[in-house]
């Protein structure tokens, strides 16, 4: 029998001193409660999402350094824990010192070198080149090593040996990407089981949290544990960290299962402790639930965690919240008050001409709902100035010294709204109370650019542009049921159609408000992005043919036919919003604020894109013309 310790901990990426620093408190503690072996995550010394980072010399001096302290005290517990691992005498593919992603075992002061490595350290095999992470771009990985040294990665992959209480153990350890291996052409975990035989599989990993992503995972271990009869031990960070414009929580929810593969302990997500662990792989143990991580309260735990994070990280202790009667700032509002308090947060309402009674009204119950400070400064009389200034302003050609006059379009006169309240009011009150703005822009505003550039697309951080209006709808009502358990948010602003009222076409009295309808487009845009393999608007004229649009992309049935009423329609409301995702949007979020992820894609790193305009494929035109009996 023996007593493991798997530590999940807080990682602060860039800051090993840190991070030693927990481990170390974290190992006293395991060594006081008798602990055999304490596990910690991936790159828990440096952190994973460093950026470049990864290619400054004293910084990965610093973390080899700390390193070898946390080897020197294995006296008596076993440690195994990641780490950056240099050989200084070899190069990676760009020219630079070879680095790999490695897991470190030490026992009374020394490692244990896997049994085929030529390195006293396990090397990640499988690396991930996709979503947020870069991996190949700073590491090598042992099956690149393996075609170095012309050999296979069986032959390098194996166990650790080490005798704790006159046992001999065999330990399995992978790094992260190693245990999700279904769409690689090899599996590390089915290649350590097949050539050994193992006490039990430790995982370490530095897994960002996405939602839903948990669920998969409990599949996967478990299967792999069942499939080879063997306990597996996941140990899993947690914290924040950035690719600069994404922002990723790490939730832990580290999981012990048993050689049945049913879970037998497991972390609460987003918590740092140590957990204990008497584990005997010929035991059967009584099994754990399967933790639930697919609705609103994981989704409301990552952004209340991440925002709090985000704001600690940067040091920011005051927010400004420009508020306007809809559902985005209300609930962005409902959270930031949870989050750093009600002192600490100002609600502004900037209302125009355009502004409805209804909508000031609502604004103002919410801001004493939520007992913060609240302020209205309205902005029709600076618009009016602005649009005057430019209307009577001489505008001359220097060839002829014709002298023009501008005309401001009623759009132009809603970009000047919307930039008034951000650029002007919003930065300058919360640079006075000295805090920042925020952007409350959702997912579907952000796919098609539905904002103003410099405008309300502006802000430090924009907390809810990694969900679609329908999830903002149920975190609204989350935040009222279950976090305040009254009625903050008010049921007007539920019900309330979604609009700017930025000019007389968004009068919300009259029941008139954004382009985007929602309870579709939502779904629509979410094929563009998230979608494993990418959908285009070939794919959607395809299932709008076929009548099976609404099965594929998951919205309500019957929605298609209730808003557009001929293929014309469909087709005009397609390109518009294709164009725009593919064209000005993208220009848009180049320049937005971090996104904090939650979703299998978010923008930023995230989703790579790249500014080449709208195009369709030749299917699709002729698909197009046949619905419109045109000729291709």
């Known amino acids: ?255 012990v299962y048993d050689k049945n593969g049913n879970i037998i302990a497991c972390c609460p997500a987003y918590s740092e402790k140590n957990n204990y662990i008497n584990l005997n792989s010929n035991e059967d143990y009584t099994p754990l639930p399967i933790p639930q991580n697919d609705d609103i ?24 919240i420009g508020i306007s009667g809809g559902i985005d700032s209300a609930v962005a509002s409902a959270l930031y008050v949870n989050i750093i308090g009600k002192d600490n947060v100002t609600l502004i309402n900037m209302p125009s001409k355009f502004n409805s009674e209804t909508t000031k009204g609502l604004s103002s119950q919410l801001a004493h709902n939520l007992g913060c400070q609240y302020a209205i400064v309205p902005i029709q ?88 209006k329908h999830q903002v709808y149920d975190l609204a009502r989350y935040l009222n049921k279950e976090v305040y358990k009254r009625e903050v948010i008010p049921q007007g602003i539920i019900d309330i159609v979604p609009s700017a009222e930025l000019s007389a076409e968004q009068d919300v009295d009259a029941g008139k408000g954004d382009p985007i309808k929602y309870p579709y487009h939502d779904y629509l845009f979410r094929s563009f992005v998230e979608s494993w393999q990418k959908v285009t608007p070939e794919d959607i004229l395809t299932w709008y043919s076929e009548n099976t649009l609404e099965e594929h992309i998951g919205c309500e049935k019957g929605l298609v036919a209730k808003y557009f009423s001929t293929a014309k329609e469909f087709i005009a409301d397609l390109e518009r919003w294709w164009n725009l995702f593919t064209g000005m949007a993208i220009a848009k979020r180049i320049q937005a604020p971090p996104i904090l992820a939650i979703s299998r894609r978010a923008y930023g790193f995230d989703h790579r894109e790249s500014q080449n305009g709208a195009y369709y494929t030749r299917a699709y035109k002729q698909l197009k013309a046949k619905l419109l009996g045109e000729t291709a």
Not at 36 to 54: H, N
Not at 394 to 409: A, E, F, G, M
Not at 436 to 462: H, I, M, P, R, W
């Open 1 to 255: 029998m023996l007593k493991i310790c798997f530590s999940q901990i807080e990682v602060e990426p860039g800051h090993p001193d840190l991070n030693f620093s927990k481990m170390l408190q974290a190992i006293n503690e395991a060594k006081a409660n008798n602990a055999d072996i304490i596990i910690f995550p991936e790159m828990v010394i440096p952190g994973y999402l460093l950026g470049d980072t990864w290619e400054q010399t004293s910084y990965l001096k610093d973390c080899l350094s700390y390193g070898e302290d946390i080897i020197a005290q294995s006296n008596d517990i076993c440690i195994i824990f990641g780490n950056i691992a240099v050989d200084w005498q070899k190069k990676n593919t760009d020219g630079r010192v070879r680095k790999y992603n490695a897991l470190y075992a030490a026992y009374q002061g020394k490692l244990i070198q896997p049994e085929k490595s030529p390195y006293p350290f396990s090397i990640k095999t499988l690396f991930p080149n996709y979503r947020e992470f870069d991996d190949s771009r700073y590491f090598y990985s042992l099956q690149s090593l393996a075609d170095e040294l012309d050999t296979s990665v069986d032959d390098l992959l194996s166990p650790m040996k080490v005798n704790i209480k006159g046992q001999e153990l065999n330990l399995g350890c992978i790094l992260c990407e190693d245990g999700w291996s279904d769409d690689y052409n090899f599996s590390p975990i089915d290649i350590l089981c097949k050539n050994y035989k193992l006490d039990m599989l430790i995982n370490i990993s530095a897994s960002p949290y996405t939602f839903g992503k948990n669920n998969k995972r409990h599949r996967v271990f478990s299967k792999q544990a069942k499939d080879n009869q063997v306990p597996l031990i996941y140990v899993n960070n947690i914290g924040i960290q950035n690719n600069g414009k994404t922002i990723y929580t790490f939730d832990g929810s580290s999981t």
């Open 297 to 320: 309260s994981n989704i409301y735990q990552a952004l209340s965690y991440g925002i709090k994070k985000f704001l600690k990280d940067i040091h920011m202790k005051k927010v400004v």
């Open 381 to 468: 009389e600076v618009v009016d100035f602005t649009v005057n200034q430019f209307e009577h302003t001489d505008v001359v050609d220097l060839t002829t010294q014709n002298v023009n006059h501008l005309t401001i379009s009623s759009f132009v006169k809603e970009n000047i709204q919307a930039r008034d309240r951000s650029a002007r009011i919003l930065a300058g009150m919360s640079a006075a109370i000295g805090g920042g703005f925020t952007c409350n822009a959702n997912k579907a505003e952000t796919t098609v650019g539905y904002s103003t550039l410099y405008g309300d697309q502006s802000g430090f951080l924009a907390a809810l542009a990694d969900l679609w």
